[in-house]
């Protein structure tokens, strides 16, 4: 039986990564589970390389894609700079209207973040029901302001920015809106398509305040399967055991109705938008209190554990163990 849609899974990704992928002189941060971008050394300062496709939605995915990747380079601390789209657009379905809402939705979100399109690929695909845009952001961290997902270290706290999950509220929106109109109706229907804006699948700013403010050890974006994927990478990636009480974590009015209209987990459903943050507890509440005067949501869930000490997830006064989710909620619906 093949993989379920969604990412491969992490034993058969580490595998495949310690037996092909090949560093080099100036590689900083290679291909690793739970690290964001890969780091090169241009001597001043780091460049930073991220790719990431948009698979799950067709409207808006010029905006989705500009922004998924920018979310990774600043994690690391970054500012990103440059953009390249490859746009496959599936046979028969193209047309010059098409092709241009794209080009025209990368093009205004780079706009709003700095960021210069400079390059990609286009074609008509076979075999595509709808458009697929793989974007790659190249970002600029100095050097001593780099920011990895393998520097959590025990003692420090965890903080989680703006909620969960966006991302998923903002798919479910586009892809089942009829569903969610019929239940909720029309005005909750567009402030759920609205996410993409508001809260905003963008952590540039919040990573900014986190690192302005000082004390942050490592933070990375939940993505694919949802916080409880990203939770588990950042463990995986800085070796350190995890502790989170599941009644702090942040989710957003409509991101639990919708969840609980689909029957879907919110804490397993894509979640771009979100920033995790491991820092040390002297700076926790400086971090809060800064992204709070910055007009964002914010909140201390958990802390970290030395790596003997396991990953768990709190409820109720009841531990049990933290876990990779098979799959994406999101892909779980699309797909079952």
Same mark, same amino acid.
């Given at each position: *039986?093949?993989?379920?849609?969604? %990412? ?6 580490? &595998? ?15 291909? &690793?589970?739970g ?5 090169? /050394? ?5 460049l ?14 010029g &905006?989705y ?15 990103? +700079? ?12 193209t ?6 809402e ?7 979100a ?18 595509? !029901? +709808? ?13 001593? $302001?780099?920011?990895t ?22 798919? =479910? ?18 402030r759920?398509?609205?996410y ?22 490592? *933070? ?15 463990? =995986? ?6 502790f989170?009480? %599941? ?5 957003t009015?409509? @991101?639990?109705?919708?969840? /609980?209209?689909f029957g879907?987990?919110?804490l ?6 979100? #920033? ?10 400086n971090?809060? !209190?800064?992204?709070? !005067?910055?007009?964002v949501?914010?909140a201390?869930? @958990? &802390? ?23 799959r994406?909620?999101?892909? $779980? #619906?699309?797909?079952?």
């Amino acid at each position: *039986m093949g993989f379920p849609v969604g %990412k491969l899974p992490i034993e058969t990704l580490q &595998r495949l990564l310690a037996a092909h992928a090949a560093g080099g002189d100036r590689v900083i941060v290679g291909p &690793r589970v739970g690290e964001d971008c890969a780091v090169i /050394d241009m001597g001043a300062s780091f460049l930073l390389a991220k790719t990431d496709p948009i698979t799950f939605v067709a409207p808006e995915i010029g &905006r989705y894609a500009v922004q998924i990747n920018a979310n990774d380079i600043a994690t690391m601390g970054g500012v990103p +700079r440059w953009f390249l789209a490859t746009v496959l657009l599936p046979e028969g379905k193209t047309d010059e209207a098409l092709a241009e809402e794209i080009f025209a939705e990368i093009a205004a979100a780079c706009r709003e973040t700095g960021i210069a399109l400079c390059g990609g690929h286009t074609e008509i695909t076979a075999g595509l !029901s +709808r458009p697929i845009v793989v974007g790659q952001m190249l970002g600029e961290v100095e050097r001593d $302001r780099l920011v990895t997902s393998d520097g959590a270290r025990p003692g420090d706290n965890l903080i989680l920015t703006k909620g969960v999950p966006i991302e998923a509220v903002s798919i =479910l929106a586009r892809e089942r809106g009829a569903a969610i109109s019929a239940r909720f109706g029309a005005k909750f229907l567009s402030r759920c398509r609205d996410y993409v804006r508001r809260p905003g699948l963008s952590v540039v700013p919040d990573a900014r305040i986190a690192v302005e403010t000082g004390g942050v050890h490592a *933070m990375h974006d939940p993505t694919e399967g949802g916080l409880a994927s990203g939770l588990m990478e950042l463990g =995986l990636a800085s070796d350190v055991g995890l502790f989170v009480q %599941k009644e702090k974590i942040l989710v957003t009015p409509e @991101g639990k109705l919708v969840c /609980d209209l689909f029957g879907i987990d919110p804490l397993s459903s894509i979640a771009s938008g979100a #920033l995790l943050i491991a820092c040390d507890p002297a700076s926790t509440e400086n971090i809060l !209190s800064a992204l709070d !005067s910055r007009g964002v949501p914010s909140a201390a869930i @958990g &802390r970290v554990l030395s790596s003997g000490e396991g990953r768990w997830i709190e409820e109720g006064g009841k531990r049990q163990p933290l876990t990779i989710p098979p799959r994406d909620e999101i892909a $779980r #619906l699309f797909a079952p």
